[in-house]
């Protein structure tokens, strides 16, 4: 990466806009002489001091005068011929006559070469011109520049500038753009970029510009002229005029006369783009602010953006949601990324967004995981896990899945953490969860997979008058002999009767499970045959059904949601207390030596197996 007096951006220099037919006008793609006029080929052919123009590149991206190569850095597609243009000049369509300036649009891909800025006075290149204006340079012009147009060389900056209309810039600097930050254009690596001038619509005012870096909307300005019918060259990779030749490459270079939306933009780019080679592997936010996953300048380092499945090592793609934010941050994303790794290392957290989907996939490159290092996190998009996939939160650290999760057979393994894991949406495709820490959920959850609690694991319960939470697992559930629940009350909440908070359509094996010591004063805990049940002992221990007295009542309701030995107990050795026991009178209590005596058959039936579970 270059300091920051080498920082580049686009300029866009313009005195046009229009509107035509919707129609592709010019298109260069380099290969043998392509295109609708000849773009001169000088490499035989040096200039006076001997020294050669613009020329081609063979397939392999061999000079035809210095033997080298060209590295594709793993953006634009191998297979293709490219133009070299050089301090000597670049090349041109000596008459690129009749091309109408209601409208315009310019796309094309340059790489700087490392002498882009070897002369020192110089700070912007032209990258394209086109038609003349009055002064002898072009109507519409791209280049890349180093200053913002007040003569700041802090670089990161987009413009717009007019050769017609009085030489005016519209500045979008990235702030008032509500962009994240600089973007580095210089740095050696292939970037696509296409300009769109509004048609004219008769009211006077001066034509809106876009500028687009890589597929995705980069700057926008108005431009602060208009052109009458053009004529004159097409310049690439040089302003002759004034002096200015590209030092670098050039591909794929297309003219329209009409604007392209953001879609045609996306497209075009996406068309030809063939991410091979070298591309970087791991990307880390750079900036505090929300902003859009799919943005590349978001990232550092560029050329990204991370787990675009185009690029060829997108499963060895690591991403990291680092400690840069000040407060709470979104990234979004609306399409599909696969990556095998990301990490929320950031005290304020992270919530991650869209309507797209982030799959976690298998790569040689390391395990797939995600690190929750610091802070409360989200997701707030689909996930869905294309391999076996570890969830590592450390203590004190929370990582929240707020929608669906497809495990697609795969096993989601929390065991490595101390933080909290909550699955706040369903679990769908099978597969396992395996949890050795705080698991939590928010109301109820289904899942649609095996369900461990590992080791020194608790369940995280919260209880309240509109909230119960509940895990609905169609699987098989194991719970460890050293795993735990833990109760937390809403304000002002007074738990009274049974709470199902687990139901297993599988087998549940029950190693052992327990309250939290805290818990045990208020409740009783039963892990039956499918379900685990909470009762709460807040009036009288046994009083199952919260009505003040230990009675009849309480021993149907132990049938039907407990079943378990420790509970009948409790209903035993306290039937007939309550207030409302107290208050009837002796005479209004049934001994319970008759009563037990009678339902002594259905206890034995129960306790072997026969009982119903509560359905939830």
């Keep these: 990466m270059k300091k920051s007096l080498s920082i580049a951006v686009l300029a866009l220099v313009v005195g046009l806009v229009g509107s035509a037919n919707a129609a592709l006008q010019r298109s260069y793609l380099f290969e043998s002489q392509s295109g609708p006029a000849t773009i001169p080929n000088d490499a035989t052919t040096p200039d006076a001091t001997g020294n050669a123009d613009a020329f081609l590149l063979g397939p392999e991206g061999v000079e035809a005068d210095a033997g080298g190569t060209v590295p594709r850095n793993g953006r634009l597609k191998k297979a293709e011929n490219v133009l070299k243009t050089t301090p000597y000049g670049g090349a041109s369509e000596g008459t690129y006559a009749g091309y109408d300036p209601e409208s315009l649009s310019a796309a094309l891909w340059f790489k700087s070469d490392g002498a882009v800025w070897s002369d020192p006075t110089e700070s912007w290149t032209s990258l394209l011109g086109i038609g003349n204006s009055p002064g002898g340079s072009p109507d519409v012009e791209l280049a890349l520049a180093k200053t913002d147009g007040g003569g700041a060389t802090n670089g990161g900056y987009m413009q717009s500038f007019s050769w017609t209309g009085g030489n005016s810039w519209t500045s979008t600097d990235p702030l008032k753009q509500g962009l994240p930050g600089q973007m580095v254009l210089d740095d050696s690596t292939w970037h696509h970029v296409v300009l769109t001038l509004s048609p004219y619509d008769g009211s006077g005012a001066n034509p809106a510009t876009e500028i687009y870096i890589d597929g995705e909307l980069a700057a926008t300005g108005p431009a602060s002229g208009r052109a009458a019918q053009g004529a004159g060259g097409l310049q690439i990779?040089?302003?002759?005029?004034?002096?200015?030749?590209?030092?670098?490459?050039?591909?794929?270079?297309?003219?329209?006369?009409?604007?392209?939306?953001?879609?045609?933009?996306?497209?075009?780019?996406?068309?030809?783009?063939?991410?091979?080679?070298?591309?970087?592997?791991?990307?880390?936010?750079?900036?505090?602010?929300?902003?859009?996953?799919?943005?590349?300048?978001?990232?550092?380092?560029?050329?990204?953006?991370?787990?675009?499945?185009?690029?060829?090592?997108?499963?060895?793609?690591?991403?990291?949601?680092?400690?840069?934010?000040?407060?709470?941050?979104?990234?979004?994303?609306?399409?599909?990324?696969?990556?095998?790794?990301?990490?929320?290392?950031?005290?304020?957290?992270?919530?991650?967004?869209?309507?797209?989907?982030?799959?976690?996939?298998?790569?040689?490159?390391?395990?797939?995981?995600?690190?929750?290092?610091?802070?409360?996190?989200?997701?707030?998009?689909?996930?869905?896990?294309?391999?076996?996939?570890?969830?590592?939160?450390?203590?004190?650290?929370?990582?929240?899945?707020?929608?669906?999760?497809?495990?697609?057979?795969?096993?989601?393994?929390?065991?490595?953490?101390?933080?909290?894991?909550?699955?706040?949406?369903?679990?769908?495709?099978?597969?396992?969860?395996?949890?050795?820490?705080?698991?939590?959920?928010?109301?109820?959850?289904?899942?649609a997979a095996d369900l461990t609690l590992s080791g020194a694991s608790t369940l995280d319960i919260d209880l309240g008058n509109l909230n119960t939470d509940f895990f609905d697992v169609t699987g098989d559930v194991v719970l460890d002999a050293l795993s735990v629940v833990d109760v937390t009350l809403e304000a002002g909440f007074v738990p009274t009767g049974s709470y199902t908070i687990l139901s297993a359509s599988g087998t549940l094996t029950d190693g052992g499970l327990t309250l939290d010591p805290s818990d045990t004063g208020l409740f009783s805990l039963a892990v039956n045959s499918n379900s685990v049940v909470l009762t709460a002992l807040a009036g009288v221990p046994g009083d199952f059904d919260g009505n003040g007295v230990v009675d009849g009542l309480?021993?149907?309701?132990?049938?039907?949601?407990?079943?378990?030995?420790?509970?009948?107990?409790?209903?035993?050795?306290?039937?007939?207390?309550?207030?409302?026991?107290?208050?009837?009178?002796?005479?209004?209590?049934?001994?319970?030596?008759?009563?037990?005596?009678?339902?002594?058959?259905?206890?034995?039936?129960?306790?072997?197996?026969?009982?119903?579970?509560?359905?939830?």
């Design 554 to 616: 309480d021993f149907l309701t132990w049938q039907r949601d407990l079943g378990d030995a420790t509970n009948l107990g409790i209903w035993q050795g306290n039937y007939g207390a309550g207030a409302l026991a107290a208050a009837a009178g002796a005479a209004a209590v049934p001994e319970p030596t008759s009563l037990l005596l009678t339902i002594a058959g259905v206890i034995g039936l129960t306790l072997s197996g026969g009982r119903r579970s509560r359905s939830s």
């Design 237 to 447: 990779g040089q302003n002759v005029a004034f002096g200015s030749y590209f030092k670098g490459w050039v591909d794929n270079l297309h003219v329209y006369n009409h604007e392209l939306s953001a879609s045609d933009v996306q497209n075009l780019f996406i068309s030809e783009t063939d991410l091979v080679g070298p591309a970087p592997e791991n990307y880390a936010w750079k900036a505090d602010t929300s902003g859009d996953w799919n943005a590349e300048f978001n990232w550092s380092p560029q050329g990204g953006p991370p787990g675009n499945t185009n690029a060829s090592n997108f499963e060895d793609h690591t991403v990291t949601l680092g400690d840069v934010i000040l407060s709470t941050r979104t990234v979004f994303s609306d399409i599909g990324n696969s990556l095998r790794e990301i990490t929320f290392d950031s005290p304020h957290g992270y919530v991650v967004a869209g309507s797209g989907t982030m799959s976690l996939v298998a790569s040689t490159a390391g395990a797939t995981s995600i690190q929750v290092d610091q802070g409360q996190n989200e997701f707030q998009l689909r996930v869905s896990l294309e391999t076996d996939t570890a969830v590592n939160a450390a203590s004190g650290a929370t990582l929240d899945f707020n929608n669906q999760i497809d495990l697609n057979g795969n096993t989601l393994d929390t065991s490595p953490s101390a933080g909290t894991v909550n699955f706040n949406h369903s679990v769908i495709g099978g597969g396992a969860i395996i949890a050795s820490a705080a698991l939590g959920t928010a109301g109820s959850t289904s899942i």
